[in-house]
């Protein structure tokens, strides 16, 4: 197992061993003046740029069955609207704590899951949508059985996919189901899988297969990463060919995976995670186009972590915040965040947290290219309320400026994006907003949009017409210049 460093001063670089110089002296994090109003265990980046945070009961076992909101924070004006929970057959409100959730191709949020009892856990089979427009909930069919700590998936066709969690009986729920506003009860299920443990992170792969990275919470139940083939028929059951390689492959637990960028290149990286209260370091890739995938060793994260992050920038680059080397101990955070760079498989340290973020703590990226930081629950009933932003370098540069593009997108669209910077510019990118919990987000991707050609003000760019690699949905369009500035996003969709 690979260990880092074990100073507990945090402030300090040298405690690697060597001194590590800062990438730039213009990223900065700012603690907001103003907390949430609840802690923020689950959170989604709604399509009119407004971040959506909800908990439920929030960790905290006197709030079962209480009306605790969700809140829809408007990050530009600094507000939040909050929005009471639906109530059950039993007119009592549905706790969302520790549900699984992924974006509809309309931009709502699909929520399924959840909790119905403590200790030990019981998994709700409610499933509800949170209207982004009307910012507010929708209740739609429950699943088969219920489901806490579950994994929802966006497939390609715009089908959602649930798997795993305890059920309502507080069994694992080895039976997977697809949603669909199209059948008859909203959910159809699969005849039941290998135990698949709890919030396994889940990616779509361009033929329509799903990977398992390896990354879940509390320990894999001796499932390796696998490649999992849907059947033709809910008859039949879902297969796997397993995927070889992964080192400390016990130290999946609240570890982070991401879709490396372009989504194109089918590759995804894991990093950190932890086993009886250590972390590792250890970061491992997959090339999932490769005949046999198999993990190989990358460079290491600088700092070992569990509950920590990973956001995708629209520099395509990947940061990593968030985090400690002893599970839920703030006295071991991980203060310094990271960039990996996938062209040159190196990690960055750059500017140092303000607070440190262990378990349900959240990231996610905004529209203007920063990232948002939130939450925090070191022990049941301590809640982290205060927000803080990281502003990457590339915000103190000049950036190119998006001045035209279409809203609505269809597969293998030629388009034309209006920029006075189309001479210099070198990627656009489509990256798909986040919606994560638990260090779990089966959502974000970036998107390489080929430029077919360029003059002075607009670039003729062609969309991808892999369904199954550019999701159908919101997006945020980003043009990046030949230093790999990007611009501020604006919203798209892909129908």
């Known amino acids: 197992m690979t260990q880092a460093h074990n100073n507990a001063n945090l402030l300090e670089e040298t405690d690697l061993g060597t001194f590590i110089a800062q990438a730039t002296t213009t990223d900065k994090w700012e603690?907001?003046?103003?907390?949430?109003?609840?802690?923020?265990?689950?959170?989604a980046l709604l399509r009119t740029g407004k971040v959506f945070f909800f908990c439920g009961s929030g960790n905290d076992p006197s709030r079962l069955n209480t009306p605790y909101d969700s809140v829809v924070w408007d990050v530009i004006k600094g507000t939040f609207s909050s929005q009471k929970a639906p109530l059950d057959s039993n007119n009592q409100p549905i706790d969302l704590f520790c549900a699984?959730?992924?974006?509809?191709?309309?931009?709502?949020?699909?929520?399924?899951?959840?909790?119905?009892?403590y200790d030990p856990f019981y998994g709700s089979p409610s499933a509800l949508m949170f209207d982004p427009i009307e910012e507010k909930w929708v209740k739609i069919p429950p699943m088969n059985n219920g489901r806490w700590y579950p994994t929802v998936l966006t497939l390609g066709s715009g089908r959602i996919f649930a798997i795993s969690g305890p059920d309502k009986d507080g069994k694992l729920n080895r039976q997977p189901e697809i949603y669909s506003a199209f059948f008859p009860n909203g959910?159809?299920?699969?005849?039941?899988?290998?135990?698949?443990?709890?919030?396994?992170?889940?990616?779509?792969?361009?033929?329509?297969?799903?990977?398992?990275?390896?990354?879940?919470?509390?320990?894999?139940?001796?499932?390796?990463?696998?490649?999992?083939?849907?059947p033709e028929t809910f008859t039949e059951s879902i297969t796997e060919k397993v995927v070889p390689g992964l080192q400390d492959s016990a130290f999946g637990n609240q570890a982070t995976s991401v879709l490396l960028p372009p989504a194109q290149d089918q590759k995804v990286m894991i990093m950190g995670g932890g086993s009886a209260n250590t972390a590792t370091n250890r970061v491992n890739i997959v090339d999932l186009k490769a005949t046999n995938p198999t993990y190989v060793p990358a460079q290491p994260l600088n700092y070992a972590r569990m509950h920590h992050s990973a956001v995708l920038l629209p520099d395509r680059t990947v940061f990593v915040c968030n985090g400690s080397k002893i599970s839920e101990d703030t006295a071991q955070s991980m203060l310094p965040a990271e960039i990996y760079n996938p062209a040159t498989n190196t990690w960055t340290v750059v500017a140092k947290q303000k607070v440190p973020r262990v378990y349900h703590s959240v990231a996610l990226l905004l529209p203007d290219g920063s990232v948002v930081a939130a939450g925090g629950n070191p022990n049941r009933r301590v809640n982290e309320l205060r927000l803080e932003i990281y502003r990457p370098a590339y915000m103190s540069r000049s950036r190119p400026i998006i001045q035209s593009a279409p809203e609505t997108l269809n597969y293998g669209q030629q388009f034309t994006i209006q920029t006075p910077q189309a001479g210099n510019i070198k990627w656009v990118s489509l990256i798909k907003p986040i919606a994560t919990t638990h260090s779990c987000d089966t959502e974000q991707r970036l998107v390489d949009v080929r430029i077919n050609s360029k003059n002075a003000n607009f670039l003729n760019v062609t969309l991808a017409t892999n369904r199954n690699i550019a999701v159908p949905g919101w997006y945020m369009l980003f043009i990046s210049d030949n230093n790999g500035t990007p611009s501020l996003a604006t919203w798209t969709r892909i129908s």
């Not at 603690?31 to 959170?43: E, K």
């Not at 992924?102 to 959840?114: C, I, K, N, Q, T």
């Not at 779509?204 to 390796?224: H, T």
């Open 187 to 230: 959910w159809n299920a699969f005849p039941i899988t290998r135990p698949y443990a709890p919030y396994l992170h889940l990616f779509l792969l361009d033929g329509g297969k799903m990977f398992y990275s390896g990354a879940q919470m509390g320990g894999n139940i001796g499932i390796a990463p696998a490649i999992l083939t849907l």
């Open 100 to 117: 699984g959730h992924s974006f509809r191709p309309d931009g709502m949020l699909l929520v399924a899951g959840g909790t119905l009892r």
């Open 31 to 43: 603690v907001l003046p103003y907390s949430a109003p609840i802690i923020p265990i689950h959170a």
